[in-house]
């Protein structure tokens, strides 16, 4: 070999060693990819094998405590101030209190909720919370059978051990006109982890999780009459779409197929359980989050004077199904409405 060849294979043996390096710092290890439709439709899904083995510690389901009689007196007769969980048997009563204990708050118990020395005493807001959300918890498993199916959720769905659960929103600043030298901000170029960092407006939770706009890119009708702020509705959709897919670890055809967003021919039926679950959070969060604001101290509210609110991420927590699918709730038949309780606003 002369020393001219040897000298450039060196340089790319060098050449291939620096691009080795620039691309590893990329994503590792090797991704997976799993096929998600007919061949060819480019209907794929990917996985970071990595990063799948890191959320198990966070999706180990609590054991439950062996099931209580529903025969025996009513709680509703034996306890003094009991507005929601009446129709329980004492035994289930008690085996629910136990168990909300460790699902919210296992290093303080009873006493997060109880003024223990009296156990009817509503002093503590956290007490007054945990009601509104036993009755949040049975109309979810009760009357969104649409997205939770017979999976449902527990306290522990969206609390995992921690009383403020780990995934939550707030309103943030809209900075409207005239609040700025760059005009309506919208929320657009201040990346949050919620958007991935992206320069999509970092609130797309306001207008379609708690208010009705239209999840929409562009008009369905040839005049703008349903479509005002096309432009700014297209990045909130942009906004919320790439929250959901972080929500859920998956990518866009988890949901959509490959030829277009919009059409609802040849999806994945994920996407109408998704549709579901967009109206599930937004009455969540009108019916049971948002009218909590007085009960919750100014610690806990956000900038604007909201209480915490929930999203995709809040029960799926990075998995397409949260805690992987565990039917954790058929083991809590006390976390379903009674049969003869009147039909929730929310089931419509
Ligand atoms: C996350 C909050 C929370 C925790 C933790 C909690 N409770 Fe409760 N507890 C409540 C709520 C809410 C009620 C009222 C339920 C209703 O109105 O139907 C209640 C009611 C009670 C009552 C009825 C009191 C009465 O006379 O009206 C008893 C007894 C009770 N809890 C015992 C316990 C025990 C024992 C523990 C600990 C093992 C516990 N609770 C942990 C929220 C909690
Ligand atoms: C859909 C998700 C979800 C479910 C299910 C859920 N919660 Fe919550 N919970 C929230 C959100 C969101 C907050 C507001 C966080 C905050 O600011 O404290 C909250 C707050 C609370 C608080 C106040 C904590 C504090 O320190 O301020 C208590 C107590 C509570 N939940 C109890 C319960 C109980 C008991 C259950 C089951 C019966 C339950 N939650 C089920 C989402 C949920
Ligand atoms: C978990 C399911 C799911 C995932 C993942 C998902 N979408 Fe969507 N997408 C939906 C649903 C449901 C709608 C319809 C919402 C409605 O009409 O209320 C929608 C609507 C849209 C629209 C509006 C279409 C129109 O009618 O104008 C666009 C654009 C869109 N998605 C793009 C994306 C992109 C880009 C991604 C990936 C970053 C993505 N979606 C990921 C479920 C999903
Ligand atoms: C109150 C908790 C909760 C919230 C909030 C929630 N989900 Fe779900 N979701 C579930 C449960 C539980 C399941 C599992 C249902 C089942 O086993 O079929 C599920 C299933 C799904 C599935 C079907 C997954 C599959 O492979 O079959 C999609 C898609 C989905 N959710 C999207 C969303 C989107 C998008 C949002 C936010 C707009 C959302 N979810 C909010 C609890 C929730």
Redesign the pocket.
């Known amino acids: 070999m002369s020393h001219a060849s040897t000298l450039s294979a060196r340089w790319a043996t060098l050449v291939l060693l620096a691009l080795l390096t620039l691309l590893s710092g990329c994503e590792r290890p090797f991704m997976e990819s799993v096929q998600h439709g007919y061949r060819g439709t480019g209907m794929v899904q990917i996985y970071n094998p990595r990063i799948l083995e890191a959320r198990q510690d966070n999706n180990i389901v609590p054991v439950s405590l062996p099931p209580a009689p529903a025969e025996g007196p009513k709680a509703a007769l034996v306890f003094k101030n009991v507005k929601v969980l009446g129709d329980l048997s004492v035994p289930q009563f008690t085996r629910l209190m136990a168990s909300i204990s460790t699902w919210i708050n296992p290093q303080e118990g009873c006493a997060y909720c109880h003024d223990v020395t009296n156990f009817a005493d509503d002093g503590k807001y956290t007490k007054v919370v945990a009601r509104r959300m036993l009755e949040m918890t049975r109309t ?1 498993n009760s009357q ?1 059978k649409t ?7 527990t306290c522990f ?2 609390h995992r051990g921690n009383a403020i659960p780990q995934q939550v929103w707030f309103r943030s600043n809209p900075q409207p006109y005239g609040s700025n030298f760059i005009g309506d901000k919208a929320g657009q170029n201040s990346p949050e982890a919620v958007v991935d960092y992206t320069s999509l407006p970092n609130d797309p939770f306001t207008p ?2 708690l208010d009705k706009q239209e999840i929409r890119v562009n008009s369905a009708t040839a005049l703008p009459t349903g479509n005002r702020h096309s432009i700014k509705q297209a990045e909130w959709t942009y906004g ?1 779409m790439t ?2 897919s972080l ?2 670890g ?1 990518n866009c055809t ?2 959509h197929n490959t030829r277009s967003f919009q059409s609802w021919q040849g999806n ?4 109408a ?2 549709w ?3 109206r ?3 009455a ?1 969060n009108n019916e049971y989050l948002e009218p909590l604001a007085n009960v919750f101290p100014a610690h806990r509210k956000g900038e604007l004077g909201d209480v915490a609110k ?7 927590q990075g998995d ?4 992987n ?1 565990a ?1 954790m ?1 058929k083991d809590f038949p006390e976390l379903q409405l009674p049969a003869d309780a009147a039909p929730s606003v929310a089931a419509k």
């Open positions: 979810i969104w997205h939770v199916a017979e999976t449902g959720v769905t969206c379609f999780l919320l929250h959901a929500a859920l998956v988890y949901c994945p039926p994920q996407r359980v998704a579901y679950g967009i599930m959070a937004r969540l929930a999203n995709c991420a809040t029960c799926h397409y199904k949260p805690l699918g039917q709730a």
